[in-house]
């Protein structure tokens, strides 16, 4: 006879506010097999957790029902409590009163008889748990870490740091980021390349971490501490160990006039390139779809002048295999291009540019050493107008959110245009000026009230061209919505910050979630920022969502210490929430009847075929069987199994009906 | 071939070149255009800043009338009048009791099947596709296309062209022999309403519209809603006034540019209702 008890949780007022915690525990008492109820205000607190131990060993309780928040939050506390205490930790359940009632709900009888249902169900479902134990699994202690901006830069060190080894994959020919793009940064204007360049070397010289660049995952197998990840390094036509940076090959070659990506399209480069001078590793990579070889079959100028002959025409990408432990994924962001927005121009007007491209544009690194010259004739704009909000915090643009970046690097902008042209006049047009953060407000109040920059609140309806000006028309919504005209020289949107493309399907080639917007998915928006819901995954930067820089690198190094804290293991218990196949007595064996649908189901390849032999060594049957160090217990394959041959351990057929049942009020 | 045809108060007055050269350019392709039997008013801006459930009954009532009729297409040329049929049949659509109450007050069946097509969508579903070989006299001048406020927004509702930069009716335009321009106030509003009560704002806000047309050397302005082109045309002084100069580029329905485009005849088409000489 099982011996139940039912812990009923307040949660503060979350759940008592609307259900009456106190009948939910009466009425659980009432059950058979319920030898305990009780109900308290913090149940995963130190006392609350103490009901539970003494209870069990007061009672002697066979299986315990928390009926308090989602699993999701509280199940580890209260199985370990269980354990503290000599019971299983899988005899213990929990039914989910807040998100699943309490907060969906108002306070009323019925909301009440919802929580006394799904406590019912629980309690009959414990009655057919069986004891479980933990599966040992071991750790790889390398960590792939993908993207290589500032964040994926800091997660590396920080792992490298503690004696582990670091695979870093970059997409493009060199680490950095949009870091490296950037001139000054907010909020204290030091030079964001003086910052960067110096951890981008450390990153390529430290003995613990292999970086590839140019290089993207192909796919991902596996599960915490035992990942297996393809890598595609995309050729870059040249023998990495023969190259040596001299930088002929980039000099002679005759195809000068490529849009560089580095510079926003405001600088060229040659087809064989290095984006730009610091990069690391510093050495170029030929863009095959530009190359006149390539194209035309003739050329082959850089392979004459090169005096190692590293050049390597036939060069082909290559896939990669590594096994890796634990994964930051640190891919970052982008921002909408002018296109974008039909309103200013869709694009047409050379001078109407991104925040980005001002950046390059005020860097010393940049195509015009820093000056700042718009891009349609190179004059020095006397009248400039930055406009905030560009797409973001609209949802008839589909970007209802805050980009939360810009409004502090508009400011940035109106202050470095302020100080590099005497005599300018810049406009910032606003709709709130959003500068929380350490020392950010005050940097705002430095470029209004010691720079002259002049905000207006309000926003922009059109920017046309009229006699070479570029005409901003819009309101000022502090003045009852009068509208204003600025004829401008340049416009410079802060469009909004956005996902990168292709995140969606990397996200799925990973299994990790992703928000409306294609940003990777936290797995809880306050108490796991670093963590996916894909154990053993992490994330850094700005690919969850838009981030500054002191933003990312905190996130980067708090991924940094996940990732340690799973390496400090040299096994990992994982639940043994997974798939088998029966196994019966002979002459059946497992009421399997071989039919194998379910190893074609298999996401995850974990299901083989078992040989049943006799005596004699003769096959008499072939049965599934199920690989427990590679079930991920997803439960596809039970649902394929025509035989009901297969079970989750936890979530039995038996236990789902009994669930049923219970509800049905027919057990 | 019929289609339905429902005028609205306008084109039975101060535009009604515009319905003359609707209904000549129809004919020119064999199409019966049949008029809605009792039609009433749309119930225009003044409507649904009053009464949203009266907004949109009058609007029902049209709709019901043309499905009694028979008719499964409707033409509405009026910017204003599309704009309100079709976002009736929106929120209707949407939202059942609110039909309900809607049919009730009317005391008419509305099933909303009809299709509304504003001048744009009947000119590129039935002539545009049959012009080959009739365009006699190409409308060969510069011209700026000016949509106005109604005609693509809200776009969520009409779901018809772009619409901060629409292109349908330069598109239109291209094949009628015109050469239609890039400028920057196809959208802006041309003051509207405030024609009567407010003629100075109307000379200021049209006359930034005409100003540009001309800035960028436009030779006519072609429009699709009789309220802009009274504005534009018939507001003439009080824009030529805020420009501060005589501007006397004329103001064409879209139909009158292509019925000029088909060889059709001058008064057929209205021309000489305009208050700008139409010289092109
Ligand atoms: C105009 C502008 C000005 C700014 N100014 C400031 C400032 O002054 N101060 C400040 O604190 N912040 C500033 N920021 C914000 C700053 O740029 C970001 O905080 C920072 O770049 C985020 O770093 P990250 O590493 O998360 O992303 P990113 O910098 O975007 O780096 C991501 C990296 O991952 C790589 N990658 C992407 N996809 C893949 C893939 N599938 N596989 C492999 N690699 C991939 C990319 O190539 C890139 O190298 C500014 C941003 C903008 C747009
Ligand atoms: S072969 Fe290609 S990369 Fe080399 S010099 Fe010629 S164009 Fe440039
Ligand atoms: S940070 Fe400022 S400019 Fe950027 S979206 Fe938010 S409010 Fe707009």
Known sequence: MSKIGVFVCHCGENISATVDCAKVAETAGTYDGVAFSVDYKYMCSDPGQNIIKNAIKEKGLTGVVVASCSPRMHE???????????????????????????WVHEKNEATTEKAIDLVRILVEKVKYNHSLNEIKVPVTKTALVIGGGIAGIQASLDIANTGHKVILIERDPSIGGHMSQLSETFPTLDCSQCILTPRMVEVAQHPNITLYTYAELESLEGFIGNFKAKIRRKSKSIDEKLCTGCGQCTTKCPVKKIPSEFNEGLGKRTAIYVPFPQAVPNKPVIDRGNCTYYIKGKCKVCEIVCPTGAIRFDQEDQIMEVEVGAIVVATGFTVKQPDFFPEYGYGKYADVITGLQFERLASASGPTLGEIRRPSDGKIPEKIVFLACAGSRDPAKGIPYCSKICCMYIAKHAMLYQHKVHGGKSYVFYMDIRAGGKQYEEFVRRAIEDDGVNYIRGRVSKIYEKNGKLIVSGADTLLNAM???????????????????????????????????????????????????????????????????PESVAMASGAAVKVAGLFSQDELTREPIIAVVNRQAPPVYSSCVGCFLCVSACPYQAIEKEEIKNRNGEVIKLVAKVNPGLCQGCGTCVAFCRTKSIDIQGYTHEQMYTEVMALLNEY | MTLGFYPGCSLKGSSREYAESVLAVAKAFDINMEEINDWNCCGATAAHNMNKELSLALPARILSLAEKQGLTEIVVPCAACYSRLTVTKYELSKDAALKTVVTEANGLEYTGLVSILNIIQMLDKYITPNLEGRVVKPFDHKVACYYGCLLVRPHEILKFDREEDPQSMDVLMLKAGATPIDWAFKTECCGAGLSVSRTSSVGRLSGKIIGDAKDRGAEAVIVACPMCQSNLDMRRDAINSYLGEKVDIPVLYITQAIGLALGLDRKALGLQRHFVKVSV
Not at chain 1, 78 to 92: D, H, Q
Not at chain 1, 495 to 524: C, R, W
């Open chain 1, 483 to 549: 509208p204003v005209e600025i004829e401008a020289d340049m416009v410079v949107l802060a469009t909004a910050g956005v996902a990168n493309e292709g995140a969606e399907e990397l996200a799925q080639k990973m299994h990790i979630s992703y928000d409306p917007y294609k940003f990777f998915a936290e797995a809880h928006p306050k108490l796991k920022p670093v963590e996916t819901n894909t154990a053993g995954i992490f994330l850094a930067g700005a690919c969850q969502a838009p981030r500054d820089i």
């Open chain 1, 76 to 102: 580890p506390t209260f199985r370990k409590a269980c354990a503290e205490a000599g019971l299983n930790p899988f005899m213990c359940e929990m039914a989910n009163l807040r998100e699943h009632c309490s």
